[in-house]
């Protein structure tokens, strides 16, 4: 399958940045599409991380306020897992070290892959790469977040069937960490193994 680029534009540059495409692609019945323009919203790559306790079967979360739910029945404070942008010459793993320190106060032991996903390829050209953190549960909660960049964010400890049962509750409605709860689900006794394993 092959697409062509004919030219792009940067429409809007300020937080994140979007531009315009236009452009021509295969078609599944053959030949190439008519001449089309795109728009897509371009963050930049991120990195997301549940921190989980598997001796407790406890996962910390963080609650901060989003522009995004503005207008969700529930609210603009949305129960999410830590997060943040890939700065270059960073690594994934880097990342999720880096802000489950800034919005948890958590060092993670160990990181166990998750998933890499385009977060909504329609519009977005977003992927974000989303690991399971193992580290010590006992002494986290807590008000976080760089003062610099506006973040105050509360850290809610929570066993892991509860969390599990807000999903179905509605009470997190964020998909990266309903993909890093359901994946911990289906790993958690692995995780509990490898733990009382050493």
Known sequence: MHFEIQSNELIYQGFFEARRYWLRHALFSG???QPVMRECFEPGQSVGVLPYDPQRDEVAVIEQFRIGALRHP???WVLEAVAGVIEPGETAQ?????EAYEEAGCHLDHLEFVARYLVSPGGNSEEQTVFCGLTDTSALGG???LAAEGEDIRVHVLALDEALSLIASGGIHAAQLILALQWLALNRQRLADRWHSG
């Open 31 to 33: 030949g190439m599409s």
């Open 74 to 76: 529930q609210g603009p």
């Open 94 to 98: 880097a990342v999720a070290h880096r």
């Open 143 to 145: 008000i976080h977040g």
